[in-house]
């Protein structure tokens, strides 16, 4: 079984469904709210789980119900969550209003997550024995530099999602082995809208680049090797959140499990493209079952 380390974010979401979003000062009445558990870290790690990665998860909830309820869903789904921190106050929140255009706003509130700043006792032997370190930038960047420093180490390979997007130090990309924004992410890195002119001027400064491009694909660029497109099946779309998540997630487990980037991406768009035939987040994720057989009826192994 792959490995997978996840140094991340978990957060309650908290979802209002309004005909209408409120304008600043307006109230409205909703038709629905629903709490989902999310956060990118905690997303990628069940995206991997479910695949068959045997994952573990390095980050903290709240000692409140939302944190009993995260650390829960992370297990169910097979996530090892023995390196999760309870700690003082509240977990993460992301407060979304989704209204009837499907359109959405969202306030996240780090909470614990903001208190994890470095690693802890056990987390680099947790890193060093991954095949592959997945980050994001839900932490504060202190962790995640640290949780680089401690896979570059180790030989093992960090997988970045830059999101939510924010200028990255140079230090901490040079720690980075596959970069993967989405367009928006990427042209915020680089200036460059066009998803090319973003993967070569990230390709400066680390050796792999996938930019995803929804239902387009991914573009897969690195150093001195042609630029490859990845098409994405076709499929009805219902709900696009944490397609990306499962991506990573599908696509780290392909490459632990030793398959070449341009078979490991096809295969991370079919689970990708399973997720967003689901509402939700983590209940829209594939099984690797269900994987296998879409993956087949697309001619991908
Ligand atoms: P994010 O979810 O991070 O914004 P994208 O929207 O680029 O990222 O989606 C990530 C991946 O999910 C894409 O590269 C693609 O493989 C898949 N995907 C997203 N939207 C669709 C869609 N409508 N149809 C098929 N695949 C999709």
Known sequence: MTAIAVLGSTNMDLVAYVPKAPRLGETVTGREFRTVPGGKGANQAVAAALLGGEVVMIGAVGADAFGVRLRAALSASGVDTTALRTVEGASGTAHITVDDEGANSIIVIPAANALVTGLEAGDEARIGSADSLLLQLELPLEAVAAGARAARAHGV????????????PRDLLELVDVLVPNEHEAATLTGFTDPLGAAEALLREVPEVVVTLGAAGALYAARGREPLTVAAPRVRAVDTTAAGDTFVGALAVALGEGRPMP??????????????????AQDSMPSRADLVAFAAGQGIR
Request: aromatic share 4%.
């Open 263 to 280: 078979e490991a991406l096809a295969w991370a768009a079919c689970g990708a493209a399973l997720s967003v035939q689901r509402p939700g």
């Open 157 to 168: 390979r960090t997988v970045l999602t830059p999101a939510p997007a924010r200028p990255l």
